[in-house]
């Protein structure tokens, strides 16, 4: 049944929204010349990589710096990126994996190599779903990239504050997965977020709770208070370096 609605929205999707996906195609690529698609390597459902499409935000060649987290005042986004980025339309593409069976509409984000190489044991679980284009965590941390500005390395900076809570709810959502009730309540409160952040926040919350989550995860879902550096799920200690985290 979750295949079955990923496939008509997608689909649907897809066609509804194709002036915009026209339009932004061709701006993108008339700012420099280039294809205004971005095919991010992603590792997807038990550990098999894909190739994950979306709107380019970025300079061409933008992944050979090594930097996979994105601050918010990262000199390498273009100015129609940051557009396409306010407002997630780099993230319709990803209607074409959906439509192919390679992403759901629901479902944890789908990392890159490098980052999965430092997921605990637990959090090796996040590859037993099909990777989503959204879910709680994207809701309460769709502003990452504000999270990670001035910040002297956004990848470690993202290990330490916002991996360790993304996780903890990607985890609450694979674990209770099944219901088409449940992915069609968090895409509501995904369109949600666009007009009423703080309404949308305060739902994913209430949902975080009914599916179990522990009272801190809830918290920090609210966002009411600054975010504070813990162990990624599965670890004891918080990331201090791009190397394996040790399990407890």
Excluded: C
């Amino acid at each position: 049944m979750k295949r079955a609605l990923d496939f008509m929205l997608a689909l649907t999707g897809l066609v509804i929204l194709s002036p915009v996906l026209v339009v932004l195609g061709i701006v993108i690529s008339l700012q420099d010349g280039h294809s205004p698609f971005y095919i991010a390597p992603r590792v997807g459902r038990g550990a098999r990589p894909f190739r994950m499409v979306k709107f380019r935000s970025m300079v061409v060649r933008a992944d050979r710096s090594g930097v996979d987290s994105t601050s918010g005042n990262d000199p390498r986004i273009t100015a129609v990126g940051r557009f396409v980025r306010r407002f997630k339309f780099d993230e319709l593409p990803q209607l074409w994996n959906v439509l192919k069976g390679e992403m759901s509409l629901v479902g944890p984000r789908p990392n890159v190599s490098r980052e999965v190489a430092l997921y605990t044991d637990v959090e090796r679980e996040l590859l037993s779903a099909r990777p989503g284009i959204t879910d709680p965590a994207s809701i309460v941390f769709a502003d990452e990239g504000e999270i990670l500005t001035g910040s002297d390395d956004p990848d470690l900076r993202y290990n330490q504050v916002i991996r360790p809570w993304k996780s903890r709810m990607a985890l609450v959502y694979v674990r209770k997965a099944g219901p088409v009730s449940l992915d069609l309540r968090i895409i509501a409160l995904t369109l949600r977020a666009a007009a009423d952040r703080r309404a949308a926040l305060k739902q994913t919350a209430e949902l975080l709770t009914e599916l179990g989550a522990e009272p801190e995860v809830v918290d920090v879902a609210l966002r009411r208070k600054p975010l504070v550096a813990a162990p990624p799920p599965g670890a004891m200690a918080i990331v201090q370096s791009r190397a394996p985290t040790v399990a407890a």
